[in-house]
């Protein structure tokens, strides 16, 4: 998105999760955007051996945290269309339930150690 206003709220892809955030400042090939709320949570495990568990790090990420402030490439960043913008708490809990379904889908090795990860997680943003 090229043409983003200072103040403009937007759908943004930073790492391997998705936040509606924002736009902070323009920084020539990036924006500063200020999260707002969580559209899709990131990805457990090695992203560059997605689905492996053996012999790779397996990483463990939370979702970015509110207001916290993301440095996105342009073309990671799409217009929010949507009438209102849902509370941070609930879009990362609605976020972590959506992942969660989807790695329990499949039971594999990865999608065991994925979902275990997120309930770690879950014990953090939800104690």
Known sequence: MENATIGEI?????K???YIGEVV???GANYLIK???????PLQGDLH????TENVFFHQ????????KMNVSKPAVH???????PDYETSLRQSVDELKSKLNKQDSPFNQKAIKSLEELENSYFH
């Open 49 to 52: 051996n997605y689905g492996k």
């Open 61 to 68: 990420r939370k979702a970015l945290s509110w207001q916290e």
């Open 16 to 18: 391997s999760g998705t």
């Open 10 to 14: 937007v759908k943004a892809h930073y």
């Open 79 to 85: 217009p929010y269309t949507e009438d209102s913008i």
């Open 35 to 41: 999260v707002l709320a969580v559209a899709k949570h």
């Open 25 to 27: 400042e323009d920084r």
